[in-house]
């Protein structure tokens, strides 16, 4: 069973929510996809190409071509983090991978294989060297109407894993660099420094048409954070597997006024109520509004690797 962070929020949100959309069970989404998230593609997008080296203006002239109404915004944000942050970030640090997939088999905070057919996967926005300093550094690019409080960001899941799987990273590329110093009979002088896990950095640009105002905030945790944070995490998909692979459990909706609100398949629980429901009959019932969902880089095998520290 593969699970990746917004799976795991979905559950603990609303097991219907979770039943409908979750790959491990129905599997669907929304035929036309939210403008946010559509919004928020093209930004990650273009920052990735301008890491790369791909230049603005033909990052722009590309974004040109596809952009509809209400995406306006990001013919201020992009321009405004090329002038303002790309050139200090591209100094500092090189860039060793954009959009990063990753899948790693758990260990408890005893070191121990939690589930061998449960895999954590993935993707990180960005990972780079600071080579000044030997860390590898995560990082995840959010677009924004309002800033994350620090509160909120400590205690969000999303770094806390990717942080688990930038570790698993920085392990093998260290692996790596020393097969290639032994391989080159290099002399004791020159076997290279390990590289460490520098931690993740939520990178936030605002949603604005003139200004430019961005958040960069390093999140860091010691091992005794992860540990604790990993066995509450992994009961919860524990609890994902056991609903999945056994149908004859009812995942009832749980209601909540702005989860609701923002809820893509609220129309499911105002037809069905607490009745139980089945896929069939919500694609028939649902044809104009829902879909399957297409198989992305999450459904797809990656090298999986056991993770311990």
Known sequence: MRIDVSEVKTFRTCKR?????SRNYMHLVPKAPA???IMGTKFHEALGKLYLGISLEKVMTDLKEHLVEGEEALLNMIPGYAREVLDGDLERYTVLDIEHHFSFVPTTSKGEVFDPDLEICGSIDMIVLEEATGKVYGFEHKTTKNFRELE????????RVYTKALQ???NKLNEHRMEQWEADGAPEDRKPAPYTVGGIYLNEVKKLLRQFQYQRTLCEYTDTDLDNFFDAFLNTCAECKKYSTNKNLFPAPQPSYFACQMCSFKGVCSTYMYNNINKTEILNEFEEELQERQMDHLDEKTEVSTQKD
């Open 17 to 21: 929510q979770w039943q409908i959309s």
């Open 35 to 37: 403008p946010a998230l």
């Open 152 to 159: 909120f960001i400590w205690m969000d899941e999303q770094p």
């Open 168 to 170: 698993g990273y920085v």
